[in-house]
């Protein structure tokens, strides 16, 4: 297959484009996406208490249910509850106040707090992921770049599907870095292509599906928005309280209901993980039981039942889902890797790291396809490209390594501020990482903020031996499996940071002399360019 000259040449412009300017975002997404996919091991690894402690009886969740429907009437409108489980061994409660703010309740904490008791590292990496860490517009800004990947994703294959047949495995290293770079970048690109091109749909689904939602209200909803979302979103129908008061059912008698119902619908796995109640006390009392079962894509279904009575008002179970929810179910299960067996995280977490290296390697091509070959000062773009490339990119991953050990640090030191203090210390040392590329020649600010990556990375399972005491070898020892491959993800991670780091220093010393990356203070001798 062959393409004209000048077809070719307006789709290599679109796909450095669009990759240029959605890139930085995208090297966010994927390098946090990929560290998400371990978020059921983060709670354990951040607290060793969480790590240790017992699964919550039903009965305890029943008083906490109890106390706060009694402690806050306005959680009687709608109040959504976790299930003790395997991932969450305490239960909790979520319902808006009368000003609409989110309260959430443990059985130690009726009162109710603004913070979640599941918050930190998890919630920080999923908001960095989703929304770079901007409230409201950051997720409307990553759907918009989820649509600029697809359309950087949809010109790379016309540009190297002539020569892909011949170029998919070329590695070629030497002394053409730009050939070599090119090579990686393809590889990683075109081996991956199809789950990239799955990221990038669910991605511009997830982040706009409001969006898409409000500007279709006039065509398909006739302006009744509000009224279809409810049943296009949830499962139980919406009925309008009585004002009669009658006595509600029990979560022993929910779980039990919606496990029987499941299996009748030959789900024989179905577990029970939280629960949506509305009209609580009163006889239109609605609860939404969502559980899990394997062997589904999508693996939450759920069952609605009349809360009172136990009775069967709905189900969206997988197999047996609309169109609505089959559609959502599989859009968050492709997306995050929800599905599967235990091989499946593994495989989204090498997908997500080579995503961040697959925008990482094309602003380097950028930069060294620009490159002045005959003189030593290169051009003011690409002198800002890298160095913006260093700081953003290289930063974050400092900036995610340094939220690791300062969550640590205040759980030990300051419990009650390890939210905040986490958050403050990833955005400054991002900030600061830019801030100190941006001034520092590209070489040296490279090897430097590398060498910084390597040991504040490898400072994540030192951090979390001294605080908790529990040390690679002791968490494998006592079966705590999730804590000890954070800590060997991160040894691992800070070996590839510091090969990096060598690798730029051998480049700045030994590589092309007329190149930003080269370092004009060294005194060792150049390879002939």
């Excluded at 060598?502 to 150049?526: C, K, L, T, Y």
Aim: proline share 5%; glycine share 8%; charged share 15%.
């Amino acid at each position: 297959m062959k393409l004209k000259s000048a077809t070719l040449r307006t789709f290599s412009a679109v796909h450095t484009w669009t990759g240029l300017v959605a890139g930085f975002a995208l090297f966010v997404a994927f390098y946090a996406g990929a560290i998400t996919v371990f978020h059921h091991d983060l709670p354990a690894w951040q607290s060793r208490a969480v790590a240790e402690q017992p699964r919550q009886s039903l009965d305890e969740a029943q008083q906490l249910l109890d106390g706060v429907l009694q402690r806050h009437p306005e959680a009687r409108v709608h109040v959504g509850m976790l299930f003790p489980g395997s991932e969450w061994p305490q239960s909790s409660a979520y319902w808006q106040d009368a000003k609409g703010t989110w309260l959430f309740a443990t059985l130690d904490d009726l009162d109710g707090s603004p913070k979640p008791p599941q918050a930190g590292l998890p919630e920080l990496l999923n908001e960095l992921h989703y929304s770079l860490g901007l409230p409201v517009a950051g997720t409307w800004l990553m759907g918009i770049v989820s649509l600029l990947y697809g359309l950087a994703l949809l010109s790379g294959v016309v540009i190297h599907l002539p020569k892909l047949a011949n170029n998919l495995f070329a590695l070629r290293p030497g002394r053409n870095l730009k050939q070599f770079w090119q090579d990686a970048h393809n590889i990683v690109g075109v081996l991956s292509l199809p789950m990239h091109v799955m990221f990038a749909i669910t991605g511009a689904l997830l982040c706009l599906l409001f969006v898409l939602m409000a500007a279709l209200n006039p065509l398909v909803y006739g302006g009744k928005l509000m009224q279809a979302v409810p049943a296009a979103m949830d499962t139980a129908p919406v009925r309008e309280a009585t004002g009669i008061e009658t006595s509600a059912g029990s979560l022993a008698m929910w779980r039990t209901r919606s496990i029987e119902v499941a299996r009748a619908q030959g789900i024989h796995d179905f577990e029970p993980s939280y629960l949506k109640l509305a009209n609580a006390g009163d006889r239109n009392a609605v609860v939404e039981v969502t559980g899990e079962s394997s062997r589904a894509l999508g693996a939450l279904g759920s069952v609605a039942l009349d809360a009172s009575t136990g009775e069967v008002l709905a189900t969206q179970l997988p197999g047996r889902r609309d169109a609505n929810h089959a559609t959502l179910a599989a859009t968050y299960a492709l997306h995050f890797g929800e599905y599967g067996n235990a091989l499946v995280p593994w495989l989204y977490f090498l997908l997500g790291v080579g995503g961040a290296f697959l925008f990482y390697s094309g602003n380097l091509l950028w930069i060294e396809s620009r490159r002045k070959r005959r003189q030593q000062a290169q051009g003011r773009a690409q002198v800002n490209m890298a160095r913006a490339t260093v700081g953003v990119c290289i930063g974050f991953c400092v900036a995610v390594s340094a939220a690791f050990v300062a969550a640590q640090a205040f759980e030990a030191l300051a419990p009650a501020r390890v939210d905040a203090g986490m958050r403050w210390t990833c955005f400054l040392a991002w900030a600061a990482c830019a801030a100190w590329a941006a001034v520092r020649p590209p070489a040296r600010a490279a090897r430097e903020v590398l060498w910084l990556a390597a040991a504040t990375t490898a400072a994540i399972p030192l951090a979390h031996g001294l605080a908790s005491g529990l040390w690679p070898w002791t968490s494998a020892a006592a079966g705590h499996w999730g804590p000890f491959w954070v800590d060997a993800v991160a040894l691992a991670m800070s070996l590839a940071f510091a090969s990096l780091a060598r690798a730029s220093v051998r480049r700045a010393r030994q590589g092309e002399p007329n190149s930003v990356w080269a370092d004009p203070s060294s005194s060792f001798p150049h390879s002939p360019q």
